[in-house]
Nanobody, 119 residues
Framework: QVQLVESGGGLVQPGGSLRLSCAASGTIFSINAMGWYRQAPGKQRELVATITSTSTTNYADSVKGRFTISRDNAKNTVYLQMNGLKPEDTAVYYC?????????????WGQGTQVTVSS
């Protein structure tokens, strides 16, 4: 089993910055893709950014140029640096990883961290 612990959410003014972290733990053989998704009230969960094991990245059009995803493979941790935050970025942000363990190869989700952008 894999546990994901997210941190770094909070309240920030428009134009501000936040850095989210998500650390994976457990009996992990390897982690392939890692990513961040978000869900705003009344909306479906949507992709924000993903990063492969070779650090190839993909971003939603709405965050390109403002958000940066990165990972530390030694720490099994993925980060999301969010700059130039806008009120429409307000959402619960979820970490997602594809991990290989002794039991399976599957996707895991974090518990979510709230990001609120408001003046």
């Amino acid at each position: 089993q894999v546990q994901l612990v997210e941190s770094g959410g909070g309240l920030v003014q428009p134009g501000g910055s936040l850095r989210l972290s998500c650390a994976a733990s457990g009996t992990i053989f390897s982690i392939n893709a890692m990513g961040w998704y978000r869900q705003a009230p009344g909306k479906q969960r949507e992709l924000v950014a993903t990063i492969t094991s070779t650090s190839t990245t993909n971003y939603a059009d709405s965050v390109k140029g403002r958000f940066t995803i990165s990972r530390d493979n030694a720490k099994n941790t993925v980060y999301l640096q969010m700059n130039g935050l806008k009120p429409e970025d307000t959402a619960v942000y979820y970490c997602n990883v594809y991990a290989l363990t002794i039991a399976s190869a599957t996707y895991y989700w974090g518990q979510g961290t709230q990001v609120t952008v408001s003046s």
